[in-house]
């Protein structure tokens, strides 16, 4: 089994970044896709991006498509989410999740605790 964590959340304004990372713990997970996906106040979760375990395959939701940047050092055990260019509806929980290299939530088996992140415009 493993463990996730994610951190790098907070406040910050509109234009402005944040660098979010998921480090896992429990096994390597060096062999899974990770996902990242968001989940805003009164709406359902939604993906944001996923890389392949041998980083050959990534993908993006379009409205992060030229802002984001996903990227991973199995080395470490983590996963990184690059936020540029933050906009206001950016703000939501952010969770990242092991599984099968996939937009869809249902086909990640483990996932993190979530980290805020906050955009004031």
């Known amino acids: 089994q493993v463990q996730l964590v994610e951190s790098g959340g907070g406040l910050v304004q509109a234009g402005g970044s944040l660098r979010l990372s998921c480090a896992a713990s429990?096994?390597?997970?060096?062999?899974?896709?990770v996902g990242w996906f968001r989940q805003a106040p009164g709406k359902e979760r939604e993906f944001v991006a996923a890389i392949s375990r041998s980083r050959g395959s990534i993908y993006y939701a379009d409205f992060v498509k030229g802002r984001f940047t996903i990227s991973r050092d199995n080395a470490k055990n983590t996963v990184y989410l690059q936020m540029n260019s933050l906009k206001s509806e950016d703000t939501a929980v952010y969770y990242c999740a092991t599984g099968a290299l996939s937009v869809y939530s249902n086909d990640y088996n483990y996932w993190g605790q979530g980290t805020q992140v906050t955009v004031s415009s």
């Open positions: 429990g096994r390597t997970f060096s062999r899974d896709s």
